[in-house]
């Protein structure tokens, strides 16, 4: 076994003494636990040396040399999945995969023998990556408001908050799989596998569906005139209006800072989606916010929508009044007699060769509180 990383006296420069004593005890215990003098000089300069202990907690002990022996699945094609989660590459040796990643590489191995191609595979990676980023940012951040304690020394920082993560991280397993054959099964629901598609062997291309923006008025002015942790806030309040307010059939596909994106089979419920949303956020006293709605046919791919259908509904919200939900003839032709209608006149469209008429939606006088 390697011998510890020595501890250099630069590391504890500008330290009071009983600093630099429970410094030094801290990085003895880092350097113990295999961190190198390069790891642990790199994470004074970033101070994040307190959060080492919650890494090793995760458990990168294996190289992708090491997984490719064991599982037959190649290094490069590991560096590559790597790539596509949106993490660094590993150098020739590096000890960056867990006892999950060999799991993982033994499931890629039974996707490729059963059929499944390479660009599908890298695809659903690429996806998995931009959702795991943002899950994980969101339970690291939830992790340190909730655990965070004032007046507490690096040592014990960082000896405890390894221990809270060492306890809660197992947890996640059961919740991400739970959440993952809940969306696995709603997808399969709303499929579509009749005799077209049993005769051509491939799912149907396009869906007919509207869609839904909704964004906030103003939010770029917004911006020079809060702070960075306010603005967060309102964008993380409107994600959370978006998919409280949702009801089936409608779906929220994603929501981007201060826009959502909605699609639904029947145009009715997705115009009553996006007038509770707007009620929602008047009553919150959010910033207002504006809808448009498309009706047509639209692609999906990688569970996000896209078409003329969607660039229309985007362009749509765009001319919207604020506090307003705006369609298209489609929309309102698909039911006219849900909502109280009013022309929004004609009106010059990207994509669109003459003056589209547009319509604004209102709750019928029926249903209005």
């Known amino acids: 076994m390697d011998e510890p990383a020595p501890i250099r006296e630069e590391w504890?420069?500008?330290?009071?003494?009983?600093?630099?004593?429970?410094?030094?005890?801290?990085?003895?215990?880092?350097?113990?636990?295999?961190?190198?003098a390069e790891e642990l000089e790199r994470a004074i300069a970033e101070d994040?040396?307190?959060?080492?202990?919650?890494?090793?907690?995760?458990?990168?002990?294996?190289?992708?040399?090491?997984?490719?022996?064991?599982?037959?699945?190649?290094?490069?094609?590991?560096?590559?999945?790597?790539?596509?989660?949106?993490?660094?590459?590993?150098?020739?040796?590096?000890r960056a995969f867990t006892d999950e990643d060999i799991a993982a590489a033994q499931a890629i191995k039974l996707f490729t023998d059963a059929g499944i191609e390479q660009d599908a595979i890298d695809e659903t990676t690429a996806v998995l990556g931009e959702g795991m980023a943002r899950l994980a940012a969101t339970i690291d951040s939830l992790f340190l408001h909730t655990f965070l304690r004032a007046g507490e020394s690096e040592e014990e920082a960082a000896e405890r908050l390894a221990l809270i993560a060492q306890e809660l991280t197992p947890a996640?397993?059961?919740v991400l799989m739970s959440a993952f054959t809940a969306q696995l099964r709603a997808s399969v629901a709303r499929g579509v596998?009749?005799?077209d598609e049993l005769s051509t062997g491939h799912p149907a291309a396009e869906q007919v569906l509207a869609v839904c923006f909704v964004d906030m008025v103003g939010f770029t002015r917004l911006g020079v005139e809060l702070e960075v942790l306010e603005l967060g806030a309102i964008a993380r309040?409107?994600?959370?209006?978006?998919?409280?307010?949702?009801?089936?059939?409608?779906?929220?596909i994603k929501t981007i800072g201060?826009?959502?994106?909605?699609?639904s089979p029947d145009p009715g419920t997705l115009v009553e989606v996006a007038l509770d949303l707007l009620d929602a956020a008047a009553a919150e006293d959010l910033p207002v916010l504006r809808a448009g709605i498309a009706y047509g046919p639209a692609v999906e791919r990688a569970g996000d929508f896209f078409g003329n259908t969607v660039n229309l509904a985007s362009r749509v919200t765009g001319i919207a009044r604020p506090a307003s939900v705006l369609c298209t003839t489609e929309v309102r032709g698909a039911c006219p007699e849900a909502f109280d209608w009013s022309s929004a006149g004609r009106h010059r469209l990207k994509g669109v060769y003459l003056p589209a008429p547009l319509h604004r939606a209102r709750r019928a006088a029926t249903s209005r509180p």
């Open 12 to 36: 504890l420069a500008g330290l009071a003494p009983a600093a630099s004593e429970e410094r030094r005890a801290l990085l003895e215990r880092l350097a113990a636990q295999g961190f190198t």
């Open 48 to 94: 994040r040396l307190v959060l080492l202990g919650i890494e090793r907690v995760f458990g990168a002990v294996h190289s992708a040399e090491e997984i490719e022996r064991r599982t037959g699945v190649p290094a490069a094609r590991l560096a590559r999945a790597r790539r596509l989660l949106g993490l660094p590459e590993p150098a020739p040796g590096e």
């Open 193 to 195: 596998l009749g005799r």
């Open 258 to 263: 201060d826009a959502a994106m909605f699609v």
């Open 172 to 174: 996640f397993g059961p």
């Open 237 to 252: 309040h409107l994600a959370r209006l978006a998919a409280t307010v949702v009801t089936p059939p409608a779906r929220l």
